[in-house]
């Protein structure tokens, strides 16, 4: 059976599932998006991640997350949504070890003043094993994170994109500010090579905290 012959049974498995987070995601959003917009959100969001997860069982939790996550950068994009933190999306490959480490440490240094997103070009199915041990560590729990792939509403709803080693794959916008993080890619590597990739990516992150709440304060 091909990918595509599994992921198309899936979705016939989990049609009523995929209806039912429609209807909680039009509900959430009325008189933003059309229910069928919604639709159409919640079934494309579960096609592009049924493609590589490696779980079954997790993807209507983690749809539900994804597509909702998709619509509220939408609405901010087309200005249906005020957003009254800056957006800050960390974009790397495979978004299973790099933007996974980065997102989740910014979530903590921002403190609730930046949202934060991360997605990859060719996102794999898990995260990096290594990179989960090494933010265990330090307390961060990533069990309940997810590769995502990259799509382009959400790159518009951003106000900073961060790409770490993924070639020219985000799509470039006037008015938003890239920077590209030279980092060490985790895959493979040794745990004491991980920590020094997570310490540099901390670093880098209190900087971006720094910078961006002296902007929101001017």
Known sequence: MTDHQETTLGLQDNTEVLHRISDRLAGRYAGIFAAETVERYVFESYTALARTAKVSAYLPATTEHFANDRLHALAKSKGSL???????????????????????????????????????????????????????EMGLDLG?????????????????????????????????????????????QPLDTVRAIREEIHDRVKTLVASLTKEAAL
């Open 82 to 136: 005020a957003s009254e933190v800056p957006e800050v999306l960390f974009v790397c490959v495979q978004n299973a070890g790099r933007s996974q480490m980065a997102a989740a440490l910014l979530t903590v240094e921002a403190k609730g003043k930046i949202r934060v997103r991360s997605a990859g070009s060719l996102p794999a199915a898990e995260l990096d094993a290594n990179v989960v041990t090494v933010m265990n």
């Open 144 to 188: 309940k994170e997810y590769p995502k792939p990259l799509t382009d509403d959400v790159v518009r709803a951003s106000d900073v994109v961060i790409t770490m080693g993924c070639g020219d794959s985000c799509p470039i916008y006037p008015g938003k500010r890239y920077e590209d993080w030279e980092l060490t890619d985790p895959a493979e």
